[in-house]
């Protein structure tokens, strides 16, 4: 589930820029907000944002973030303990950082 919603941003976010790096859709955006508001900008901007919300909700589906948290129990429950310290630390770490730069 939380794959289907990351390749639908990526693909909404690579539709509207032609990239994936942070910085060249942040300048994009700048350029975008130096335009008069018209209805191609809008859909722009709805586009965008729809990425956005669609990245976002991957990350926090697999970080376990509440309402989404529900399948973390039934994972977890019968692996060894360290497979789950592992798991249930060092991808969560890496996502944290990941949602942070994609925020600010």
């Known amino acids: 589930v939380s794959t289907s919603f990351m390749l639908f941003g990526v693909s909404l976010l690579y539709g509207i820029t032609g990239t994936l790096n ?29 990425g956005f919300l669609f990245l976002l909700i991957s990350f926090f589906f697999k970080l376990g973030i509440s309402p989404l948290h529900f399948w973390l129990p039934d994972v977890y429950e019968g692996s060894p303990t360290n497979v789950t310290a592992f798991f249930a630390l060092v991808p969560k770490t890496a996502l944290l950082v990941i949602t942070a730069r994609l925020l600010f």
């Open 22 to 50: 942070f910085v060249e859709i942040k300048h994009i955006l700048f350029c975008l907000s130096s335009f008069s508001s018209s209805l191609d900008s809008s859909i722009v901007y709805l586009t965008l944002n729809l």
